[in-house]
């Protein structure tokens, strides 16, 4: 007898507002301006965020748990949606300044994001795909949308790059598939601890491919090549978008097969310790030798890839809390340094460092703000930077990658040079005219960095306020599902 499909539409409430904004987005910018589109959208982000706590302690599956609304997956869409808010809020002031003012970004940027909210919902490996295609996809659009050469240049580094990841990461999904017989990550993760010896060998295989094709996703070095490229050559609001949301997402899959599905898998973990070494060593040595800042920023986001994948060495539950606390705050501090960046600069190129001199006396509540945030993203208390590193830290110290606890915490001594440089500059008096735009510092823009701003204060002072949330380990116990 035919079983009728499992077709429920509430746990996809969140993705399916996401989705209406993309459509509304497509489909109304003929008639509408696009900064009446952007606050659409807005709307739909809020409505989805509400959604997410709707959602909450009801533990619901569709598509015979394909897609899955468990607590990972609405704490993970929470820090999707809170990076997407402050990438909107900051284009109503600079997308028209970047030349990309015009409803087919914001349509792209759904999409995106529609995407990205896919894989923190996944249940098996397809869902999980079809998110990052989604996400993938969309970004090269957005990379390159602005037209300049620049612009054009980073998108077609970044596609051609991100398409080699895709191929290898569904090279090695295949591998999984051809070990455990299943693409569901609770299936996967029951067979991988009774596999033939015959099998073990593909496993191993397709766990390590698979985690080359996360590697480019998340700036893993040596995959890592695109990041200041196209980081540097996109808009600065496509830059906060990508180096936030569609981390966390690609994070958020990370978590779902490796610390899920793969858990038991062996192999991947020694792989994935020397991965996160060499990328806490190139990504901070490389951002000292920076003089331009958004390229800095850049660099910063590598060595945090680093940082932020010490949370897979760790248990399930040490290490899923690590990741859920430190991604939120990763978000806010970048998103709030890469608002002010793109509200200040002259042109899409950034500034230099030195151009940072005197900041405070012409912009002092960015320049404190853009101080907090870089104080935040080198880990000094008593913000919430400080209390995220100790997390990893500790997750990957106490599941016996003492030697990577202590490179880590080598590489921040190394990383407080190039973010207090700049942090030191805007508080020094300077006679020469200001080399920034003069008139960036708009409402919204000031909205976000407010957000980012009072979000790594609070939470580094009360961070129970988020971790409380996180912490609890039966999340994190049932990433692969039932």
Same mark, same amino acid.
């Given at each position: 007898?035919?079983?009728?499909?499992?077709?429920?539409?509430?746990?996809?409430?969140?993705?399916?507002?996401?989705?209406?904004?993309?459509?509304?987005?497509?489909?109304?910018?003929?008639?509408?301006?696009?900064?009446?589109?952007?606050?659409?959208?807005?709307?739909?982000?809020?409505?989805?965020?509400?959604?997410?706590?709707?959602?909450?302690?009801?533990?619901?599956?569709?598509?015979?748990?394909?897609?899955?609304?468990?607590?990972?997956?609405?704490?993970?869409?929470?820090?999707?949606?809170?990076?997407?808010?402050?990438?909107?809020?900051?284009?109503?002031?600079?997308?028209?300044?970047?030349?990309?003012?015009?409803?087919?970004?914001?349509?792209?940027?759904?999409?995106?994001?529609?995407?990205?909210?896919?894989?923190?919902?996944?249940?098996?490996?397809?869902?999980?795909?079809?998110?990052?295609?989604?996400?993938?996809?969309?970004?090269?659009?957005?990379?390159?949308?602005?037209?300049?050469?620049?612009?054009?240049?980073?998108?077609?580094?970044?596609?051609?790059?991100?398409?080699?990841?895709?191929?290898?990461?569904?090279?090695?999904?295949?591998?999984?598939?051809?070990?455990?017989?299943?693409?569901?990550?609770?299936?996967?993760?029951?067979?991988?601890?009774?596999?033939?010896?015959?099998?073990?060998?593909?496993?191993?295989?397709?766990?390590?491919?698979?985690?080359?094709?996360?590697?480019?996703?998340?700036?893993?070095?040596?995959?890592?090549?695109?990041?200041?490229?196209?980081?540097?050559?996109?808009?600065?609001?496509?830059?906060?978008?990508?180096?936030?949301?569609?981390?966390? *997402?690609? /994070?958020? %899959?990370?978590?779902? !097969?490796?610390?899920? &599905?793969?858990? @038991?898998?062996?192999? #991947?973990? +020694? =792989? $994935?310790?020397?991965?996160?070494?060499?990328?806490?060593?190139?990504?901070?040595?490389?951002?000292?030798?920076?003089?331009?800042?958004?390229?800095?920023?850049?660099?910063?986001?590598?060595?945090?890839?680093?940082?932020?994948?010490?949370?897979?060495?760790?248990?399930?539950?040490?290490?899923?809390?690590?990741?859920?606390?430190?991604?939120?705050?990763?978000?806010?501090?970048?998103?709030?340094?890469?608002?002010?960046?793109?509200?200040?600069?002259?042109?899409?190129?950034?500034?230099?460092?030195?151009?940072?001199?005197?900041?405070?006396?012409?912009?002092?509540?960015?320049?404190?703000?853009?101080?907090?945030?870089?104080?935040?993203?080198?880990?000094?208390?008593?913000? *919430?930077? /400080?209390? %995220?590193?100790?997390? !990893?830290?500790?997750? &990957?110290?106490? @599941?016996?990658?003492? #030697?990577? +606890? =202590? $490179?880590?915490?080598?590489?921040?001594?190394?990383?407080?040079?190039?973010?207090?440089?700049?942090?030191?500059?805007?508080?020094?008096?300077?006679?020469?005219?200001?080399?920034?735009?003069?008139?960036?510092?708009?409402?919204?823009?000031?909205?976000?960095?407010?957000?980012?701003?009072?979000?790594?204060?609070?939470?580094?002072?009360?961070?129970?306020?988020?971790?409380?949330?996180?912490?609890?380990?039966?999340?994190?116990?049932?990433?692969?599902?039932?």
């Amino acid at each position: 007898m035919l079983q009728p499909p499992d077709v429920k539409l509430l746990p996809l409430l969140p993705v399916l507002l996401i989705l209406a904004g993309a459509i509304s987005s497509t489909l109304l910018g003929f008639w509408v301006q696009r900064r009446t589109l952007t606050f659409i959208n807005i709307g739909a982000v809020i409505a989805s965020a509400v959604s997410l706590g709707w959602l909450w302690n009801r533990d619901l599956s569709a598509f015979g748990g394909s897609l899955r609304a468990d607590h990972a997956a609405l704490l993970l869409g929470f820090v999707i949606l809170a990076g997407t808010l402050m990438t909107l809020l900051v284009t109503l002031d600079t997308a028209w300044r970047a030349r990309v003012s015009f409803p087919e970004f914001d349509a792209m940027l759904m999409y995106a994001v529609t995407g990205c909210l896919l894989i923190a919902f996944s249940g098996d490996l397809i869902v999980m795909l079809i998110g990052l295609e989604i996400m993938s996809l969309s970004s090269y659009v957005l990379a390159t949308l602005q037209g300049s050469r620049r612009a054009e240049e980073s998108g077609l580094k970044y596609f051609l790059l991100g398409a080699a990841g895709s191929a290898v990461l569904i090279y090695g999904l295949a591998f999984v598939y051809g070990a455990t017989g299943s693409l569901n990550y609770a299936a996967i993760a029951e067979k991988t601890s009774t596999l033939n010896p015959e099998n073990t060998g593909i496993l191993v295989g397709g766990a390590l491919l698979m985690l080359c094709g996360f590697g480019f996703k998340v700036a893993l070095a040596p995959f890592h090549q695109w990041t200041p490229d196209v980081y540097g050559g996109a808009p600065t609001s496509v830059s906060l978008f990508l180096s936030t949301v569609v981390k966390v *997402a690609a /994070f958020a %899959g990370m978590l779902r !097969v490796f610390s899920g &599905a793969l858990e @038991n898998a062996p192999g #991947w973990h +020694s =792989v $994935l310790a020397v991965l996160i070494a060499a990328t806490l060593v190139i990504g901070n040595l490389a951002a000292l030798r920076q003089t331009n800042f958004k390229r800095m920023l850049a660099y910063s986001a590598v060595a945090h890839t680093g940082f932020l994948g010490m949370a897979l060495l760790g248990t399930p539950a040490a290490g899923g809390a690590a990741l859920g606390y430190y991604l939120l705050v990763y978000t806010l501090m970048t998103a709030a340094a890469l608002a002010i960046v793109a509200a200040l600069q002259r042109s899409e190129d950034g500034f230099s460092i030195t151009d940072m001199r005197g900041l405070y006396y012409r912009h002092p509540g960015y320049a404190v703000a853009l101080a907090v945030c870089l104080a935040s993203l080198a880990g000094l208390p008593p913000f *919430a930077g /400080f209390f %995220g590193k100790y997390l !990893v830290f500790q997750a &990957a110290f106490q @599941n016996g990658y003492a #030697w990577i +606890s =202590v $490179l880590a915490a080598l590489t921040s001594v190394a990383a407080l040079v190039y973010y207090l440089r700049p942090a030191m500059l805007m508080f020094m008096p300077d006679r020469t005219p200001a080399r920034e735009y003069s008139l960036g510092q708009r409402a919204p823009t000031t909205l976000a960095v407010a957000l980012g701003v009072a979000g790594v204060t609070v939470l580094g002072l009360l961070p129970n306020l988020w971790y409380a949330f996180v912490a609890h380990p039966d999340i994190w116990a049932m990433l692969a599902g039932r």
